[in-house]
């Protein structure tokens, strides 16, 4: 399987992603958008649901009906003592657009640097990249050669998915960061909000500071449960630097 072939921690990206409804509910939804979701929900509504209820629980992640308000990006290196370190570095703006450029601009240059480079992140095969690839389509943005994945195999791609890792070949199995986390031991200090709370924290709260936050405890899980499907020791938290 390839997906068990492990690689070298500093040749990771590790990336996620926070998102949003487009509009803060569905009643504020212009037309035609509020016919085209209630038409797409329609399929897969649960009885004695609304289209309106719908929305508040799924818009967010339906890259046609939500947006990306945060990115955050990681990757390991070695310090000049030879210690394995982890740097984070966040891409958060209320412009899409914006937001995604600067991921795109970093990801050119990381390509340059590390040209055998993987991302990594979790359920990032069928959620962070394909919305990430949507989302840079819409507005129209020129996707980076290395996020082209259209025609390739499973096997071809640049992607370890660590959801797809514990899975071990079985198919109908979903586990969340937090359970997996929990399950190899790895702490994520989860103790202010989760992805239920992210839309009223960005349209309530107006405050996105704390999305990212909240974004950056994913990468630093991520790449900690990495680091033990390759039987390597967890991270110190003294070796895990944010970039401003």
């Not at 509910?25 to 309106?52: C, G, H, Q, R």
């Not at 389509?137 to 994945?149: A, N, Y």
Request: aromatic content about 14%; glycine content about 4%.
């Amino acid at each position: 399987m390839a997906d068990r072939q492990f690689y070298k921690p500093e040749h990771l990206l590790v990336l996620d992603i926070e998102t949003v409804p487009q509009y803060p509910s569905f009643e504020e939804l212009p037309e035609p958008w509020n016919v085209l979701w209630a038409d797409k929900i329609s399929k897969t509504m649960p009885e004695n649901f609304s289209a309106s209820e719908m929305y508040e629980q799924r818009a967010g992640i339906q890259a046609e009906f939500g947006k990306i308000i945060c990115i955050s990006t990681g990757f390991f290196y070695h310090d000049k003592g030879g210690r394995l370190c982890f740097r984070i570095k966040s891409y958060a703006h209320q412009d899409e657009k914006q937001l995604l450029a600067a991921f795109a601009e970093k990801l050119e240059h990381f390509h340059k640097s590390v040209p055998e480079y993987h991302f990594a992140g979790h359920n990032i095969k069928e959620f962070d990249i394909p919305y990430i690839s949507r989302r840079m389509l819409v507005h129209q943005l020129p996707l980076p050669s290395c996020m082209q994945f259209s025609g390739k195999k499973p096997w071809e791609t640049n992607l370890i998915d660590t959801m797809q890792l514990w899975k071990f070949g079985d198919y109908k199995n979903y586990t969340s960061l937090k359970l997996l986390a929990a399950c190899l031991g790895v702490d994520t200090s989860k103790d202010d909000i989760d992805g239920s709370k992210v839309k009223e924290v960005y349209y309530k709260e107006k405050n996105l500071q704390r999305i990212v936050d909240y974004c950056q405890k994913d990468v630093i899980a991520v790449a900690q449960i990495f680091l033990r499907f390759q039987h390597l020791p967890l991270l110190p938290s003294e070796n895990i630097f944010i970039a401003d």
